[in-house]
């Protein structure tokens, strides 16, 4: 991570003004985050924060459902439904932490009070002791999809009964707003991956079979 700050003799002067304003002394010609023997290594603060308020959404739906009688006790199957639904949700509010290199960037490019107010500075090197990116109510998220489901139970076979319930999501749209240097920037996320634990997959399914066998009687 680089302090943005860094070489100050050369950056624009309005980038200076801003760094000098928020704890780079005056006073040093050329400024170096640690003379540059940290290698970019600066510490953050994560963690909750007493002051988050609840995210608040607004969410719709519609839908239809599919269970004609004539696919009721036929041949074919005791029960077959067929489900689709649409959902848009929007949420405001969303909880998470601005990242480091953004909140420096910020405070550095635009002067931000809340970004430049988490980060610590020494008053004698200007060197960055600590960047506090706890959880706040920024960014908001917009997505929507469809979702598609099928039950199947099947009539008495003799051995029993047999099920199937067949479940399909498809995502439209995944829209995170999140702050940038400049003010928020809109970050498409169906159909990508974030780090190794989080997915945004466009299409989903999952599948459940069930039976329940008939008891055998003795002869």
Known sequence: ??????????????????CIANGVPATIA?????????????????????ALKPE??????????????FLRNSGFSKRLDFEVNYYDINLQGAIRAVGADTLLSRCAQTG?????????????????????????????????????TITYRS???????FGLFFSNTYMLKYREIVPATNGFIRIARDGTERGPDQAFPRYKANARSIGDLARCKPT
């Open 155 to 161: 009539p008495d076979t003799g051995i029993g009964t």
């Open 1 to 18: 991570m680089i302090d943005p700050c860094n070489n100050s003799a050369s950056l624009p002067a309005n980038v200076r003004a801003t």
């Open 56 to 69: 608040t959404s607004n969410s719709y739906t519609a839908g239809v459902v599919l269970s004609h009688s």
């Open 30 to 50: 050329n400024y170096v985050q640690d003379g540059g023997v940290t290698g970019g290594q600066l510490g953050v603060t994560t963690g909750g924060n007493k």
């Open 112 to 148: 931000d009070a809340l970004s430049c107010g988490a980060i610590r500075r020494s008053a004698a090197t200007g060197n960055v002791l600590g960047i506090n990116a706890l959880l706040q109510n920024i960014g908001a998220l917009t997505t929507n999809g469809i979702d598609a």
